[in-house]
């Protein structure tokens, strides 16, 4: 049973455990990754993927836009790739005698945008605004995107020839940084096995449709959040404010993707409430890709952020 909910509401927290196993039929043996993608799409998130090729991310993207009745798209990051190639373009109609504009791949529900350390950091800023206002604007008018609108991008965090630093302002727009890792020898047995990205993927059908979707993340901004929790979220993000090892902290931005991202996992494990858990299991996700240490500033090699969360986690008091 599902606590403290209302029977209208209750079929839809019921579904999201449909979802989550329906995703789990092709992406095997990752629980947490599917649980961490549902929780960026519930908080009407965007989801950076920093794993090596082949783990499955594409799979995983797939199967989530299968399962909720939506378009996906992949995009192919490349150094040659225009803004053009992702938003649209206009051409010219004889027979109207007018501009027509022609949609990009940026006009589809789930966006899968492959390696984006990999293309220019003027096509990656073209990404921005549909991230953040889930509009685009060409030639003079501004286009909505249609809803859900998720953007799952991917990097390959050893390969540094050929790619470009993704800016701290296009970092700051992905509620949650997640790594899939390989999986164990049982789990890649079956995967040999069973070959889910040719077959099960391509038979995959939908639990929910996208005004579900909607639905429920509408219903992520009634889960409550108490005061004490919001004071231990502002003590961990003041924390990175003044942390040694830390050149830049968590934005006003940032917090507000926790606690959103919070609200978000609370539905997923079918609560109306937030837990400190909640908070605390997220915070190396939701944070430690937004912040800028020193030792990065000083000699180029970036620092273990997620080591420097865990300090941080271990020394803040859990209400």
Do not use: W
Not at 68 to 86: G, N, V
Not at 206 to 224: G, I, K, Y
Request: charge should be negative; aromatic fraction near 6%; charged fraction near 25%.
């Amino acid at each position: 049973m599902v606590p403290s909910i209302n029977d209208q509401a209750k079929h839809l927290y019921d579904r999201l455990d449909d979802l989550r196993h329906n995703i789990e039929r092709v992406f095997f043996g990752k629980p947490d990754v599917v649980s961490q993608l549902l929780i960026g799409l519930l908080s009407r998130g965007h989801v950076l993927i920093e794993d090596v090729p082949g783990v499955g991310k594409t799979v995983l993207a797939r199967a989530m836009a299968k399962s909720i009745a939506c378009s996906f798209a992949r995009l192919q990051l490349t150094p040659d790739l225009l803004p053009s190639d992702i938003l649209g373009v206009s051409v010219f109609n004889e027979a109207a005698r007018e501009f027509e504009f022609k949609k990009g791949p940026i006009f589809a529900n789930i966006i899968l945008a492959d390696e984006i350390n990999r293309t220019t950091p003027r096509t990656q800023s073209a990404l921005l605004e549909a991230m953040n206002e889930a509009q685009v604007s060409m030639d003079g008018r501004t286009m909505p995107l249609d809803r859900p609108f998720m953007v799952i991008a991917t990097q390959n965090p050893f390969e540094y020839e050929g790619t470009y630093f993704l800016p701290e302002n296009q970092l700051d727009r992905f509620t949650l940084r997640i790594r899939i890792g390989y999986p164990d020898r049982d789990i890649e047995r079956r995967i040999l096995h069973e070959d889910p990205s040719h077959r099960a993927l391509e038979t995959l059908k939908p639990v929910m449709d996208r005004q579900e979707v909607s639905r429920l993340q509408n219903a992520v901004s009634s889960v409550r959040v108490d005061d004490d929790l919001v004071g231990y979220a502002l003590e961990i993000v003041e924390a990175t404010r003044n942390h040694e090892h830390l050149e830049v902290g968590v934005s006003p931005r940032g917090t507000l993707a926790l606690m959103r991202a919070a609200q978000a996992g609370a539905l997923l494990a079918g609560r109306d409430y937030v837990v400190p858990d909640d908070i605390k299991s997220l915070v190396v996700s939701c944070f430690a890709h937004r912040v800028t240490s020193k030792s990065f500033l000083q000699n180029g090699r970036a620092a273990d952020n997620e080591q420097i969360f865990r300090e941080i986690l271990s020394r803040v008091a859990v209400p």
